[in-house]
């Protein structure tokens, strides 16, 4: 299988030796379709069109969405923590902040001069965003801003690496679900709850990607049976949500391997699995923007129906245009830092 580089082929996230894998390429289809499922959902209940069918599969799917992106990125983690400092910080840590701060600016810019949503979504509202966007993510990039800092902190801890200490960062987010509630900003609950997802798969990544496809169908039924129980529990008791999430994973990763025996459902999930920062950088502005057109429209009655799968795919198949349409620049400035390393001075040697 031939190398393939990670921002030229739109992806997140990979494996660091450049060899694909097909279920976990699934998985990571499965998660951005739910990312832009998510937004779809909240488009539509804007646009008075939510449909309570597709706001209970977006609820339903809430407590896996975004562990399922972390767990998979720490999996794929690992030979980025491996190498030195030097190479972490100004390889995959220096892209991710590059990627964050650029696209911030983009949807800031976006929603200060072209808001569709008439203040909605409480983004270019104040320039001091844009100053105090390293301490509070205020867009949807916020996954670009965890994931470098994760990956500093998975660094940091790999040399006190031991399932005993990993059991406690578990017990202590478990422990801590009402509290991180309570923080005032989005980004820092999500920053607390899904560390411990990026965690197991930075340090047990190896053994997980090599044990998953053997147990798919029993990760499956107990993951998804232990995910149905804790579903009611955790309404009155929400210290359990991460074991919701947790086994809520298991099902979905099951699953994923499952899916992708399957050569018509591999095909699609792979597609879009490769191709998640395309899809993740450019889903909110084409989403945004549709949804201008769609409230000026007298849409018929039955429109609940078909808004939301209409942006998800619409959003989908745009964001990938976007990507396509931007040529060498895109490649080099929109979807990876290549261009910025360019203009940096480079060592020479004596």
């Known amino acids: 299988m031939r190398k393939e580089?990670?921002?030229?082929?739109?992806?997140?996230?990979?494996?660091?030796d450049g060899q694909r894998i097909d279920w976990a390429d699934a998985a990571k289809g499965l998660s951005i379709l739910l990312v832009v499922f998510h937004h779809a959902c909240q488009t539509s209940a804007y646009l008075g069109q939510d449909w309570p069918v597709y706001s209970g599969m977006n609820a339903l799917f809430k407590p896996i969405r975004m562990p399922l992106f972390f767990s998979i990125a720490g999996m794929f983690a690992a030979s980025a923590v491996a190498r030195n400092w030097v190479q972490l910080l100004s390889g995959r840590v220096?892209?991710?902040?590059?990627?964050?701060?650029?696209?911030?600016?983009?949807?800031w810019l976006?929603?200060?001069?072209?808001?569709?949503?008439?203040?909605?979504k409480p983004l270019g509202l104040s320039k001091w965003q844009i100053i105090a966007m390293w301490i509070i993510p205020p867009s949807g990039q916020w996954f670009l801003w965890l994931m470098a800092i994760y990956l500093v902190l998975a660094k940091i801890l790999s040399r006190f690496r031991s399932v005993k200490k990993l059991t406690m960062i578990f017990i202590l987010c478990t422990l801590s679900a009402n509290v991180i509630d309570h923080f005032p900003h989005y980004s820092w609950r999500n920053g607390l709850f899904y560390a411990p997802f990026f965690i197991v798969g930075s340090w047990y990544g190896q053994h997980i990607m090599a044990w998953i496809p053997r147990h798919a169908s029993l990760l499956l039924l107990l993951g998804g049976g232990s995910f149905a129980?804790?579903?009611?529990?955790?309404?009155?008791?929400?210290?359990?949500?991460?074991?919701?999430?947790?086994?809520?994973?298991?099902?979905?990763?099951?699953?994923?391997?499952?899916?992708?025996?399957?050569?018509?459902?591999?095909?699609?999930?792979?597609?879009?699995?490769?191709?998640?920062?395309?899809?993740?950088?450019?889903?909110?502005?084409?989403?945004?923007?549709?949804?201008?057109?769609?409230?000026?429209?007298?849409?018929?009655?039955?429109?609940?129906?078909?808004?939301?799968?209409f942006l998800l795919l619409f959003s989908l198949f745009a964001s990938l245009a976007m990507q396509e349409r931007s040529g060498s620049f895109g490649r080099a400035w929109l979807y990876s830092a290549d261009g910025v390393r360019r203009l940096l001075p480079t060592r020479t040697s004596a």
């Open 5 to 16: 580089n990670k921002v030229a082929q739109g992806s997140l996230i990979d494996r660091g």
């Open 94 to 107: 220096f892209t991710l902040l590059w990627l964050y701060s650029l696209w911030t600016v983009i949807y």
């Open 110 to 120: 976006f929603f200060r001069y072209f808001d569709p949503t008439n203040g909605l």
């Open 229 to 309: 129980v804790l579903w009611g529990v955790t309404q009155r008791y929400p210290v359990l949500q991460t074991s919701l999430s947790f086994t809520g994973l298991a099902a979905v990763l099951g699953s994923a391997v499952i899916a992708s025996r399957n050569p018509a459902l591999r095909s699609l999930l792979v597609f879009f699995g490769q191709r998640t920062l395309a899809i993740y950088m450019g889903h909110g502005l084409a989403i945004a923007s549709l949804s201008l057109l769609l409230s000026a429209l007298p849409l018929p009655d039955q429109a609940f129906l078909w808004v939301t799968p």
